[in-house]
């Protein structure tokens, strides 16, 4: 269970993240939608401890993380791996050897630097990159890939960090339709499968709707709606895109792109040629 206290991000005089408590279970998957400014990726970063809260405590199965150092901060950020808009990855380093900086939390930043790796972590990188259909990809340069694939490594690279969490950051924002169906189920199948908890910041509505089971709406920094995409009413939408006094939100502006049902348990990994949505 990851709790959060009375968490606040103040930047100099504006507050990004107000106040917000949130408790959030095992083996959930959790999309956070919210104006550009509400404060999403800020609330992210500060589970991950990319950035520390001003205020308010951060607890992981009743351990408080948001005091962590060191080394055990450090592994914290393993538990919770990151995944980012813009992939994040090392453009000449191949494929393989970018999963494998998933280990850099565990092992430190030497293996790395000369490419030492073991063979178990050989095995479970490749084992990572096949479950996401990446495997005829391994020794690729990682910019040869396209966005889509380029993101699945970032997946794997999450993997085999071996996290109880993913935080994805608008991983789709940058990617077409059907690269953005491909990441979101991959991110619903290692939820479903591995019960890793996923929560990921996300700019379509139809992508939270489709995917997630529980949609944090954000507005402001505050939590402004908690609850099944059943809820998301246009009463509910105004507060969280609203702006006081403007016209009613016109939904299929944050909308267009994943129109099918969510895919259920068990559906596994898709892939170009795998399309288990279709
Ligand atoms: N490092 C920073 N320094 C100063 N202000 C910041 C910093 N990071 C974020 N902010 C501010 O905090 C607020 C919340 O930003 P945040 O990026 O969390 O919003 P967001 O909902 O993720 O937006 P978007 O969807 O555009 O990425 C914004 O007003 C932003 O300008």
Redesign the pocket.
């Known amino acids: 269970m990851l709790k959060l206290s009375a968490v606040t991000k103040m930047?100099?005089l504006?507050t990004?993240?107000n106040s917000i408590d949130l408790e959030i279970g095992k083996g959930q998957i959790v999309g956070v939608i919210?104006?550009?400014?509400?404060?999403?990726?800020?609330?992210l970063r500060i589970i991950n401890r990319l950035i520390d809260p001003s205020e308010g405590a951060i607890e992981f199965d009743g351990k408080t993380v948001s005091d962590l150092k060191g080394r055990e901060l450090r592994l914290w950020r393993a538990r919770c791996a990151m995944i980012f808009q813009q992939f994040n990855l090392v453009n000449r380093l191949d494929v393989l050897t970018n999963v494998l900086v998933g280990r850099v939390a565990t092992n430190g930043t030497l293996p790395i630097l000369f490419k030492q790796f073991s063979a178990a972590e050989r095995t479970m990188a490749a084992k990572a990159l096949d479950r996401l259909n990446l495997l005829p990809q391994a020794l690729q340069r990682a910019d040869t890939l396209s966005g889509g694939q380029q993101q699945r490594v970032a997946i794997a690279r999450a993997l085999v960090q071996m996290p109880d969490i993913v935080l994805a950051?608008?991983p789709i924002a940058s990617l077409d339709p059907h690269n953005a169906r491909l990441v979101m189920e991959a991110l619903k199948a290692i939820n479903r499968e591995d019960g890793i908890t996923v929560i990921c910041?996300l700019?379509t509505l139809d992508a939270a709707r489709s995917y997630c089971d529980r949609i944090i709406g954000?507005a402001k920094?505050s939590i402004v709606f908690d609850g099944g995409p059943e809820g998301l009413t246009s009463d509910v939408l105004q507060r969280i895109y609203g702006e006081d006094g403007a016209a009613p939100i016109d939904e299929s502006l944050t909308a267009g792109q994943f129109g099918r049902p969510a895919i259920g348990a068990g559906a596994g990994i898709a892939s170009e040629t795998n399309p288990v949505w279709a």
Do not use: I, P, Y
Request: net charge neutral; proline share 0%; glycine share 24%.
């Open positions: 930047f100099g504006s990004a993240v919210g104006r550009s400014g509400a404060g999403k990726s800020t609330l950051d608008e910041n700019h954000l920094g």
